[in-house]
């Protein structure tokens, strides 16, 4: 090994008496190696620094050397000192792998379901942890606290350093949400139940509230179904004051809709006449490479773009996108669409709305829809019988009573 | 007591080592296959059945075959190969 840091070289001699050189090489101190007879001379290995000493001693003896290989890092460097280049990129290559490596690229959120990814990072991009910083500086202990702290309903973290990226895995407490939702309750107290629409009431469940209609009973947009004051009356049977509830109850009402649609029977359509122009760039900032170009002479067209950022894992986006335009060409037509086409397309339509409508829990009753066809349209009219929940909240009217025992709605009076 | 004795009789006396002193050469053999020579002042001849060193008090003839030398300093040399004799004889006769 260090001969080879030293280079050394083979040579061959020969001559008079190459064996007096070989003598005259050792006295002088030069390491002789592998010393093989050859033909009339020898072949030797020899360091390098010793092969700039025996050129005089070549001389004396009237010997003849060749150089016949040579070996070791000094004849490599000198080989390769034409590829200066390719050596430096491979340094630069492992300089850059380790500077890269000092860095956090990627923060991965696991197991979180309330609150996403992007507001954790906020929140650890306020507390200096952020993609591209110092993975000295990454203090896990820290991290897990600060979560901790900040978050009540996280319930278990951790926080782990995987190669270059930073693991933090979250357990959620699941019994936190209705907790919350009682909470949100109670910060809206007291609300009536309204009428969203007009109707009939068909079923009545009461929760809590004071229902205000019965089955049967026809109502109008706004009137009060269920109340959220509830009276409180003395022994008397007065009314000494009221308490206040969040009205709930559900309420089913038939109610009618009314069904319009039309549509034209010429429509004008887009017809692209096949000739289009089409840009691929990269884009950094302000600065755009592009191949190719969108601009053009056509007298209607529409631009198409696609566009991506490049990323590295997943939430640190490198300054640079790359994407691509296309502009078509196309000229208005005029389309005459047939009586059927129209027909069915109402058709499809009205039922696409009869989906949309059960989807939301709506019952259908019936319907008179009916489609007519005019010279230059076709129209789809009637109505739609429901039976639908028409409740909707409604702040709830707070009634003074005008009586000094408030305090003590309960009292008794002698 | 001829100058030889009396030489050796005073190296003995002094209790110096004797390659030291009488600057003779020092071989080492192990098994058959292997040579150290100290001591010595060159090598005259070098093929592969045949190796003739010179030392201070006549020559040293390594005879065998495949004979080679592994290194070759001031001090020792090494030689390798199977060895079939060694034999010392008065270099100054035969040069």
């Known amino acids: 090994m260090i001969r080879y840091m030293k280079g050394y070289v083979k040579i061959r001699t020969e001559g008079f008496s190459p064996e007096r050189f070989i003598n005259m090489c050792s006295l002088n101190g030069i390491y002789i190696w592998g010393l093989v007879p050859s033909r009339n001379g020898y ?88 993609p591209l910083m110092l993975k000295d500086r990454v203090d896990c202990q820290g991290i897990v606290k600060n979560i901790r ?44 139940l309204v009428a969203s629409s007009d109707g009939v009431v068909t079923d009545i469940v009461t929760r809590s509230g004071v229902p205000q209609v019965h089955e049967g009973d026809a109502v ?36 009618e809709l009314t069904y319009e649609a039309a549509h034209s029977l010429t429509d004008v359509g887009k017809v692209y006449d096949g000739k289009e122009k089409q840009m691929f760039y990269i884009r950094a900032g302000k600065i755009r490479i592009s191949a190719g170009s969108t601009e053009n002479t056509y007298p209607h067209w529409d631009m198409t773009g696609k566009e991506r950022t490049l990323k590295l894992g997943e939430n640190v986006y490198l300054p640079l996108c790359f994407g691509t335009r296309k502009v078509r060409s196309f000229s208005y037509r005029e389309v005459r669409v047939s009586a059927e086409e129209a027909r069915k397309s109402l058709s499809e339509e009205f039922q696409r709305f009869c989906t949309d409508l059960e989807e939301k829990g709506i019952q259908i009753r019936g319907n008179n829809v009916k489609i007519n066809l005019s010279a230059d349209s076709a129209k789809a009219q009637g109505t739609i019988w429901l039976n639908e929940p028409i409740t909707e909240e409604a702040d709830t009217e707070i009634i003074t009573v005008e009586r000094e025992e408030t305090d003590e709605p309960v009292g008794t009076d002698d | 007591m001829d100058r030889e004795q009396i030489r050796d009789s005073l190296v003995e006396a002094s209790g110096m080592p004797k390659d030291v002193l009488l600057k003779a050469a020092v071989i080492t053999v192990t098994g058959n296959f292997e040579i150290c020579i100290g001591n010595y002042r060159g090598i005259t001849e070098y093929t592969d059945s045949l190796v003739r060193v010179q030392a201070r008090n006549g020559q040293i003839r390594v005879e065998g075959s495949r004979l080679t030398v592994r290194y070759y300093t001031t001090d020792e040399m090494k030689i390798t190969g199977k060895v079939e004799a060694i034999r010392f004889e008065n270099g100054r006769d035969e040069l």
């Open chain 1, 43 to 130: 072949e030797m290995y020899l360091e390098l620094r010793g092969l700039k000493k025996i050129r005089p001693l070549a001389k004396k003896t009237h010997s003849r050397i060749v150089i016949s290989e040579r070996k070791g890092l000094p004849f490599f460097i000198y080989r390769q000192r034409r590829r200066k280049l390719f050596y430096a990129g491979i340094l630069m290559c492992a300089v850059l792998l380790k500077v890269y490596s000092l860095f956090i690229w990627d923060i991965h959120f696991e197991g979180n379901v309330k609150w996403p990814d992007e507001t954790l990072a906020e929140f650890l991009r306020g507390e200096d942890v952020a």
């Open chain 1, 149 to 192: 702290k900040e978050y009540n309903d996280i319930v278990w973290v951790s926080a782990s350093l995987e190669g270059n990226r930073l693991n933090i895995r979250v357990k959620e407490n699941d019994d936190s949400y209705p907790e919350e939702a009682a909470e949100n309750a109670e910060a809206v107290k007291a609300a009536d």
């Open chain 1, 220 to 255: 109008e947009k706004g009137d009060i179904l269920v109340r959220g004051s509830i009276e409180v009356k003395n022994d008397a049977g007065e009314t000494v004051g009221y308490q206040y509830c969040r009205a709930d109850a559900d309420v089913y009402a038939d109610t």
